[in-house]
C-alpha cells in the first residue's frame, strides 16, 4: 500500500504536515467509527450498558491489553491518561521526611512537579540526576541515575522514552539497580505502547504507566497502569469510588461515571496496530524517523540529541544557533511552522541551543520532514 492511501486511514488536514505524533496521536477513521458505535449503543439505554455490559467490556479491553503487553488481564487498569496513572501511584505511596524521590532531568515537567506536591507534602526530598544531552549510550544513563541512590532512596521515577529528546532509556538495569539499593520503581511509558516492542514484567518496575491515545491508536483520553509484583496492593486510583477496599481493578475499573469509549476501543486499536504491521510498523517508523534525522543533522551540520540506536520512532537534532537558544525563541519558532507553514513539531530549548523533535507515524513520509529542512532553510 502507497503511502498517501495509508494517511487516508486518518482524518488529518491534508494541508498540514504532522510530526507530533508523539505528542497527541492522531485517532485513525476505523477506531473513530469503532467508537462512535459504542457511544450510539450506550445512549440507546445507558442503565444497561453502564451497570449491565460495562464491567464485562472493561476487562475485555483489559485482557486484550494484557495479550499486546504479555501481561496478565489481572494486573492491568485503565486510566484517563498517564498523568492521572502516575499521580495516583505517587499519592498513594507514603514518604516520611528526608525520604528521596529521584526524578532525573528531562522528566516530563508535569510528572517533575507531581512528585514536587508529593514531596512538599510529606517531607521527602527530590534528587534529580543529570542525564547527558546529547546521550551517548545507555551506560550513560544507568550511571548518571545510579549515583544518586542513597539509602533514603525509596522511589525512583524513570521514563521509559525521554519526552523532551525523544531517546529510550535502559528501565531494566536502572530498575534492578534501585531495588539492589531498596528502591521501588514507577516506570513513566507515555510514550511506548505501540512505539516499541513491550513486555511488562521485562521492564523491572514496580508499577508501569503508559498512554495508549498516542502511539497505540486508542481515542484520547486513555491510559493505563500495570502492577504486577506484590507493590500492586499499595496503590490506590486518584478518586476513589464504589470498588474501594476491593481490589486493583475493582477500584480502578470505577472511578465515577465517565466515558468508558475510549477503553472500549483498546481492542479495535489493537486490531488496527496489527493491520499496519504491529511490529513491522514500528520498525518501518523507527527507520523512517532515524533518515528524518540525519537527513536534518546533515543540512544544517547539527548534533542528534543521542547515538542513533538510542531512538525509535521520536528523537530529536539539534537546530543551528541563528534560531535562538531560549524558550521564547523556541516557542516563537514552533508557532511560525504551525501558523505560516502548517507544519507541526515540537522545538525545546536545552542546554543552550534548540532541539527539533519529529515523530514518524504511518502516514509520515520522508518527504514530509524534506518540506521541513526546505522551509527551514528559508527561515
Ligand atoms: C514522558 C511523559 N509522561 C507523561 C506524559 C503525560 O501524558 P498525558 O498528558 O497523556 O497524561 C507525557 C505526555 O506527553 C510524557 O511525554
New binding site residues.
Partial sequence: MRDHSIRDFWPLDPAITYLNH??FGVTPREVAAVQADFRARIEANPMRFMMGEYPAAVRASAAALAAFLGAKAEDIVFT???????NAVLRSLDFAPGDEIVVPTL??G??MKAARYVASRTGAKIVTPEIPLPLPSHQAAIDAVTAAFSPRTKLVLI?????PTGFGLPVRAIADAAHAAGAQVLI????APGHIPLVMAETGGDWY?G?L??WLFVP??C?FLWAGGAARHLIHPLAISHGYEQGLTAEFDWTGTHDPTPILCVPAAIAFHEKLGGAALMQRNAVLLREALDRVAAAFQTPLGAAPALFASMGTVGLPQRFGATDAEAAALRRTLSDAHRIEAVISAQKGQLWLRLAAQAYNEIADYERLIAVLRTL
Wanted: aromatic residues 4%; charged residues 15%; proline residues 0%.
Fill in positions: 508523539g505528542g484517563e491518561n498517564a498523568t492521572s496513572g502516575l522528566a516530563y508535569a510528572m521514563d521509559h522514552i525521554v519526552s513513566d511509558g507515555a510514550h504507566v498512554n491515545h498516542k484520547r483520553a491510559g
